[in-house]
């Protein structure tokens, strides 16, 4: 007869990792999966399909039996059509022999950088509110997760003074979400400015999550902060195709950065990835060569539904800024007298709108709401 033994797990599991709070965004949806007719104001993809040309290119790959695997760092190709983009686009330039890695979409980019740069005790600074991904890997890294949180009145842009305040003596690293998941807020060139006398006074190295840098509203585009003097040289830049081109489904991502930093995230890519999908990295050829006129008319639509969105909020009482990028507003909801998970049961139990509660990014984050109007 068989013995069965009682495992215990604990014994097992990595401590980083059970410690890692699991993200506040499922709970929300969960319910709303339980429900019929449910309108889900929550989730940040888009609602557009890849423009048609993206899509052929991807199904002619497939067709032609493109299916072997491509360099670790991804097709020479697009790491030159990569390096091109963010030239004519953000007048800065980078080798794509070395200073380029194609990535399975930007959150693989974004837990590549930080496993690279954070050792256990170093101190990472996290801008909030924020994509909810950044502080658990800095956390099974090993590293202290250290909130900096953003003000309505600053329109939930990073200033320096509170940088500076945030930097102690373990600080390493700084990570600048903007355009902003979930405020909708943008960084101007003359706050990145600021912010990067402090980051060079202090010796920081710097992960910029640019992914809506394309969905930056208004007269000024987007300013990336690689594009401020002596600051390419210290800053790892995130992006992808998931958002400006609405290609979330091909994962894929892209890394920009100095030569031996992107050597080290190459390695690790090698390691857990191998390379980024064929025929997703032919598809994405394609969108940076003939794809620029798609890029206007979604951000044209998206921006339509920006500004009818703030009214909406605005008219029913409830102080809105206006955001500046990306697909969402955070309308706050202090008047109601509710925290941001009460609001957000009573509102999908009453009204079938399903939002995610603003402590989902960030602890201190409980008297707004994030609503994506993608």
């Not at 600080?171 to 960084?187: C, E």
Request: contains cysteine; proline residues 5%; hydrophobic residues 40%.
């Amino acid at each position: 007869m068989e013995h069965f033994v009682l495992i215990n797990y604990d014994e097992f599991l990595n401590p980083c990792v059970v410690n890692v709070k699991p993200s506040g965004i499922r709970k929300f949806f969960s319910i709303a999966e339980e429900m019929d007719n449910v309108i889900s104001l929550g989730v940040g993809e888009p609602d557009f399909l890849t423009p048609w040309h993206i899509r052929r290119k991807g199904i002619y790959a497939l067709e032609k039996g493109n299916t072997r695997y491509t360099a670790n760092a991804g097709l020479a190709e697009l790491r030159e059509e990569i390096s091109r983009f963010y030239e004519r686009k953000y007048n800065v330039a980078y080798n794509p022999k070395n200073e380029i890695v194609v990535t399975v979409g930007g959150s693989e980019g974004i837990d590549m950088c930080i496993r690279a740069l954070v050792c256990p005790g170093d101190e990472v600074l996290v801008v909030e509110p924020s994509f909810v991904c950044y502080k658990p890997i800095v956390e099974t890294c090993g590293g202290k997760a250290v909130a900096v949180v953003t003000k309505n009145e600053n329109n939930f842009r990073l200033t320096a003074d509170e940088l500076e305040k945030s930097i102690s003596k373990k600080t390493k690293l700084l990570i600048l979400p903007y355009p902003n998941n979930p405020t909708g807020a943008v960084m101007r060139k003359e706050d990145l400015v600021a912010v990067a006398r402090v980051i060079k006074k202090h010796n920081l190295f710097v992960l910029s999550d640019e992914i809506y840098s394309e969905l930056t509203y208004g007269d000024q585009g987007h300013f990336s902060i690689a594009c401020v003097s002596g600051m390419k040289e210290r800053t790892v830049v995130i992006n992808g195709f998931s958002k400006t081109y609405s290609m979330t489904g091909w994962r894929m991502g892209y890394a920009l950065g100095p030569a031996p930093v992107i050597k080290q995230m190459t390695k690790l890519h090698q390691y857990a990835i191998m390379c980024a999908p064929t025929d997703s990295q032919l598809a994405a050829v394609e969108a940076l060569k003939n794809g620029d006129e798609d890029i206007e008319k979604m951000k044209e639509d998206y921006d339509m539904r920006r500004r009818f969105t703030v009214d909406a909020f605005r008219n029913i009482g409830l102080d809105c800024f206006e955001p500046e990028g990306a697909f969402y507003i955070f309308p706050c909801i202090k008047s109601t007298g509710l925290s941001s998970e009460e609001f957000c049961e009573r509102l999908i139990l009453s009204k079938r709108v399903a939002v995610v509660p603003g402590n989902a990014f960030g602890d201190y984050v409980e008297c707004n709401i994030p609503v994506s109007y993608c």
